[in-house]
C-alpha cells in the first residue's frame, strides 16, 4: 500500500454518487478544497458516526468553500439507502472495483476481528485547488473526524 501524502498530486477520477449522478474530482475542486475521505462500508457503526459528524458540520465547510467526497466499495443503491437514511447533505461515491482506493493508496491488507482480507484504510486527503494534497489526515477517531477537519481550517 503506497497511500500518498502531503505534496503528492491526487488522482483524477470520476464516480457515481448515491444519486447516480457522475461527480469527478477536478470539477470539485473548481469551486475550492475538496475533502476526500475514505471509509469501508455504509451503515455499519463506526461509518455511520463518522458520516453524522461530517453532515452536522456542513455548513462551516460550506462557508469555507470544502466540498465533501466520501468514498467507499459499496454499490450506488447501498449508498443511497444510507444517505437517506442518516439524512446525508454530500457527496458519497461509489468505488465498487476500489480503483480510486488503489490509486489514493488505501486499498490494502487489513486484520478484523483474527482474519486478514483487502479493504479500504479509513484515510483522509485534503486536496486542493491546484490538485495537490495539502494534507494527509490518518490519526482520529470516527466519533471525532469532523473535528480534526475544522481544527485544519482555523
Same mark, same amino acid.
Given at each position: 500500500?503506497?497511500?500518498l501524502?502531503? !505534496?503528492?498530486?491526487?488522482?483524477? *477520477?470520476?464516480l $457515481?454518487?448515491? *444519486?447516480?449522478e ?6 470539485c @475542486?473548481? &469551486?475550492g478544497?475538496v475533502? =476526500?475521505? *475514505?471509509y469501508?462500508k455504509?451503515? %455499519?457503526?463506526?461509518? %455511520? =458516526?463518522q458520516?453524522q459528524?461530517?453532515?452536522? #458540520? &456542513? $455548513?462551516?465547510?460550506?462557508n469555507?468553500?470544502?466540498t465533501?467526497?466520501? #468514498? ?6 447501498? @449508498? ?5 437514511k $442518516?439524512?446525508l ?15 489514493f /493508496?488505501?486499498?490494502g491488507?487489513k486484520?478484523f ?5 483487502? !479493504?479500504?484504510?479509513? @484515510? ?6 491546484? /490538485?495537490?494534497v495539502?494534507q494527509f #489526515?490518518?490519526?482520529?477517531? %470516527? ?5 480534526? #477537519? @475544522?481544527?485544519?481550517?482555523?
Amino acid at each position: 500500500m503506497n497511500t500518498l501524502k502531503t !505534496g503528492d498530486t491526487a488522482p483524477l *477520477f470520476t464516480l $457515481q454518487n448515491q *444519486f447516480n449522478e457522475t461527480i469527478s474530482l477536478q470539477g470539485c @475542486l473548481d &469551486k475550492g478544497p475538496v475533502l =476526500v475521505y *475514505f471509509y469501508p462500508k455504509a451503515s %455499519t457503526p463506526g461509518c %455511520t =458516526v463518522q458520516a453524522q459528524g461530517l453532515r452536522d #458540520i &456542513k $455548513q462551516q465547510l460550506d462557508n469555507l468553500n470544502i466540498t465533501v467526497l466520501g #468514498i467507499s466499495p459499496d454499490p450506488v443503491a447501498k @449508498l443511497q439507502k444510507f444517505s437517506d437514511k $442518516q439524512a446525508l447533505n454530500f457527496h458519497l461515491l461509489s468505488d465498487e472495483d476500489h480503483a480510486v482506493a488503489d490509486a489514493f /493508496g488505501v486499498w490494502g491488507e487489513k486484520k478484523f476481528m483474527g482474519k486478514t482480507f483487502d !479493504g479500504i484504510h479509513r @484515510l483522509s486527503f485534503i486536496v486542493g485547488t491546484e /490538485g495537490k494534497v495539502t494534507q494527509f #489526515i490518518n490519526k482520529f477517531k %470516527t466519533k471525532d473526524h469532523h473535528e480534526v #477537519i @475544522l481544527e485544519l481550517f482555523k
